[in-house]
């Protein structure tokens, strides 16, 4: 998990140390006294814990896994809608300023021999002008394009996460525990659905703060009951 742990208090990427007694430290701890982060060490398996429990309980209730990728997809569509719109519109201006780049090369053309110079240094700057500017649209295309990739993968993420659900299910049936799941296919949906921890202090409380595509939850680390304190953010 410690690419995925981040320390709440600095912002910084939490390395882990492995072995007995392993933990996540902020790699800001190790700063000079004024700037260095104050963040405390947190136990890795507890932290690992929690995470891989709360992952699981996504797919523990089918109806909350529904509603959730349901509401995954809204949230999904409401988000890649406004860019397909701007792509759209970034592609109809791109359209116009060729046009304008093929009818001033033709007024080139037709000028002749020893046209007027007032009229072709007109034509050469207008010319210069559109190319500046569909080189312009052009990289806001490009642009627009990682965009919309970023927000396509985050969905086949998602339908690959749930893909391995419904064959393991079709697979094991009700000898399904998701308790026994092996480290590989732990780390597979924890990658697919994109699941992250901040962790961070709050008086005087370690908290770890989950976030995935499908929700995200705060847990309260001292609770050995792993106590939820925040709900399921929907938006
Ligand atoms: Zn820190």
């Known amino acids: 998990m410690s690419k995925r742990i981040t320390c709440g208090l600095c912002k910084h990427k939490c390395a882990g140390k492995t072995g007995k007694n392993a933990y996540y430290a902020c790699p800001g701890r190790r700063g000079d006294e004024v700037s260095k982060c104050a963040a405390p060490y947190f136990p890795a398996d507890k932290i690992d814990a929690i995470v891989w429990k709360w992952v699981r309980g996504f797919f523990e209730d089918e109806e909350f896994l529904r509603e959730a990728i349901a509401d995954y997809q809204r949230r999904q569509a409401d988000m890649v809608k406004p860019l397909l719109d701007e792509r759209d519109s970034i592609d109809r201006s791109i359209a116009e300023k060729e046009q304008d780049l093929?009818?001033?090369?033709?007024?080139?053309?037709?000028?002749?021999?020893?046209?007027?110079?007032?009229?072709?240094?007109?034509?050469l700057s207008d010319l210069e002008l559109i190319e500046a500017q569909l080189d312009g649209l052009e990289?806001?295309?490009?642009?627009?394009?990682?965009?919309?990739?970023?927000?396509t993968t985050q969905a086949?993420?998602?339908?690959?996460?749930?893909?391995?659900?419904?064959?393991?299910?079709?697979?094991?049936?009700?000898?399904?525990?998701?308790?026994?799941?092996?480290?590989?296919?732990?780390?597979?949906?924890?990658?697919?659905?994109?699941v992250e921890a901040i962790l961070y202090v709050e008086n005087g409380q370690k908290m770890v703060e989950t976030?995935?595509?499908?929700?995200?939850?705060?847990?309260?680390?001292?609770?050995?009951?792993?106590?939820?304190?925040g709900g399921l953010i929907s938006s």
């Open 211 to 229: 976030r995935c595509y499908l929700g995200e939850q705060t847990f309260l680390l001292s609770d050995s009951s792993l106590a939820i304190v």
């Open 139 to 151: 990289k806001l295309q490009q642009e627009m394009d990682k965009r919309i990739e970023i927000a």
């Open 156 to 194: 086949r993420n998602i339908q690959a996460a749930l893909d391995w659900f419904r064959q393991l299910k079709a697979d094991l049936g009700e000898a399904l525990d998701l308790a026994d799941v092996t480290f590989t296919d732990r780390r597979f949906l924890i990658e697919r659905l994109n």
């Open 102 to 123: 093929a009818d001033n090369q033709k007024a080139l053309k037709l000028l002749g021999e020893n046209p007027p110079q007032r009229t072709l240094a007109k034509i």
